[in-house]
């Protein structure tokens, strides 16, 4: 089973260059999520989708849009990005707030 | 804010100890709870969940509730060096900017040989 996929690993982008960070999942699960994760900082979250059709704003969302394309997928947007997005995104995902998280692997970016 | 509260450690124990991992949170209603192990430069995988009052054991892990204190612990037995990693303790939620799960920030486990 793939689980969580992410896509890209890895990405730099300059300052003010846009990028969509993708995330799909297998299991089914009706809610997904989008978090960051800085030295010292924990992970924190940017947006969710609790089903498909639903997006809200987590913690931290400036800077960033979310499109919950289907079931499966959930995408996350850098409009302009800024010096101060460096860090890894991890998209999760799980079936409901009851059950556990599964994790991407994460997108390690980098803005110069 | 709801909250999960970890120590950041770093947590040092020698191999073959047992190493005790705390976590408490702040809403009572949370139903649900999960510890994820997090190895440097790698994505939170779970370890294990539990959502009922007292122990529930899986290997050498056991993971213990106290709903009435609103604690939750994971205990690991004979520790090894490979798992030194940062453990996150996450707690569901009832929607909201935190989302339908919060996490802690971690704590750190070096397992000395």
């Known amino acids: 089973n793939a689980g969580v996929t992410q896509t890209p690993k890895f990405q730099v982008l300059k300052t003010g260059q846009s990028m969509t960070l993708q995330c799909a999942q297998d299991?089914?699960?009706?809610?997904m999520y989008w978090y960051r994760q800085d030295p010292g900082m924990g992970l924190r979250l940017i947006y969710y989708?609790?089903?498909?059709?639903?997006?809200d704003k987590g913690e931290v969302p400036n800077g960033y849009n979310v499109s919950r394309l289907n079931k499966r997928e959930f995408s996350l947007r850098l409009e302009s990005a800024a010096p101060s997005q460096t860090s890894v995104y991890f998209c999760?995902?799980?079936?409901?707030?009851?059950?556990?998280?599964?994790f991407g692997q994460g997108t390690r970016l980098t803005v110069v | 804010q709801k909250e999960v509260e970890q120590n950041s450690g770093p947590l040092s124990v020698p191999e073959g100890a047992i190493a005790s991992l705390n976590c408490t949170y702040s809403?009572?209603?949370?139903?649900?709870f999960f510890w994820y192990r997090q190895y440097s430069g790698k994505s939170p995988e779970l370890i294990m969940s539990?959502?009922?009052?007292g122990d529930k054991e899986d290997g050498r892990f056991t993971a213990q509730l106290n709903k009435a204190s609103q604690y939750v612990s994971l205990l690991i037995r004979d520790s090894q060096p490979s798992d030194s990693a940062t453990y996150l303790c996450?707690?569901?939620?009832?929607?909201?900017?935190?989302?339908?799960?919060?996490f802690g920030k971690g704590t750190k486990l070096s397992v000395k040989p």
């Open positions: 999760a995902s799980n079936r409901d707030r009851y059950t556990e998280a599964f």
């Open positions: 299991m089914n699960h009706n809610s």
């Open positions: 989708s609790a089903s498909e059709g639903t997006t």
């Open positions: 809403d009572r209603v949370s139903q649900s």
């Open positions: 539990i959502y009922s009052n």
């Open positions: 996450a707690v569901e939620n009832y929607g909201g900017s935190q989302g339908n799960l919060i």
